[in-house]
Nanobody, 125 residues
Framework: VQLQASGGGLVQAGGSLRLSCTVS????????VGWFRQAPGKEREYVAV????????DYADSVKGRFAISRDNAKNTVYLQMSSLNSEDTAVYYC???????????????????WGQGTLVTVSS
């Protein structure tokens, strides 16, 4: 099983980025996928999650209205579209997958055992 996160980079405050998480080695349509982030000196925190079908999404309050999570099951890929970025969004962003066929996926990072390597997002002010 492999989760490959990509799309990070340096962006100015107020700008946008789109992260991608491509998953292989499992039946993608049985898995919920979440995005988490870890800022320097801080603990990893929840950002957003999407259920296996793409119909159910959820966001941390800190990104609600600015970030949008989506998935393309034909491409085994989940996206995180990030807009109105600010310095507090600077972090390494990780995607994680969990076998989940119920409705609302979990937000707790400890529930996720399959992780990607992370992609760095740096927002300059």
């Amino acid at each position: 099983v492999q989760l490959q996160a990509s799309g990070g980079g340096l962006v100015q405050a107020g700008g946008s980025l789109r992260l991608s998480c491509t998953v292989s080695g499992l039946t993608f349509t049985n898995y919920a996928v979440g995005w988490f982030r870890q800022a320097p000196g801080k603990e990893r925190e929840y950002v957003a999650v999407i259920d296996k079908s793409g119909h159910i999404t959820d966001y941390a309050d800190s990104v609600k209205g600015r970030f949008a999570i989506s998935r393309d099951n034909a491409k085994n890929t989940v996206y995180l579209q990030m807009s109105s970025l600010n310095s507090e969004d600077t972090a390494v962003y990780y995607c994680a997958a969990k076998f989940w066929v119920l409705s609302m996926p979990p937000r707790n990072l400890n529930d996720y055992k399959l992780w990607g390597q992370g992609t760095l997002v740096t927002v300059s002010s």
